[in-house]
């Protein structure tokens, strides 16, 4: 699936000309009104009236939507593309490693009229992505590197934690954080794998 059409999907999709607005399920619609501006309630599924011209309506994709960080993301194409390339940082007993997972999200459709005023289409490249980055860094930076193996559950809670306290104000709910690869940097750039996906840590 090319990352664009996943993106175009996610963020907002203008619907243009008529009097009416269709809103399929999991989505949400806002309406910016040429005279007062984006309008703050909220339109859920089904078939809605809009003036034709002078009201322009955007939808939201309000499921939950996977960030994916890895190695070889790419997002020299846009922006905005839900995810971001793998975070390498120094644990807290010096271990220098590579983090990849995953951030499940969502629009918090009650916000979404303040989201899409203060944010426009920009959500990943102004929050998701930077915020995700450091808190992520900045939380495996206090742990070391045994604590990241014996613990995995309760790191990826205190992801979710750290950036639900950073999402919420900004129209988004962080659902989940989770860990599928630490790999060991050495000195000479191996990697050595600590934790992958299919490890099951007690």
Known sequence: MEFDRLVVSFLVDEV???????????????????GR????????????F???????????NAQIVEYSISE?????????????????????????????????FRIDKHNAPELWENLGENVVSKVVRPFSRSKIAGIISDLTLDQIKQHRSQVENLVKEELNKYFQDRGLDCEGFLLSSVKLIHARGEKKIVIDSSETIR
């Open 16 to 34: 243009v000309g008529g009097f009416f607005i269709s809103v399929p399920p999991g989505h949400v619609a806002c309406i910016y009104d040429r």
């Open 37 to 48: 501006g984006v309008l703050p309630r909220i339109w859920g599924p089904g078939l809605h």
């Open 50 to 60: 809009k003036i034709p011209f002078w009201q322009v309506a955007k939808l939201f």
């Open 72 to 104: 070889g993301f790419d997002i020299s194409k846009t922006k905005e593309a839900l995810g971001d390339e793998k975070i390498t940082v120094m644990t807290k007993d010096g271990q220098d490693i590579s983090i990849e997972g995953s951030v499940l």
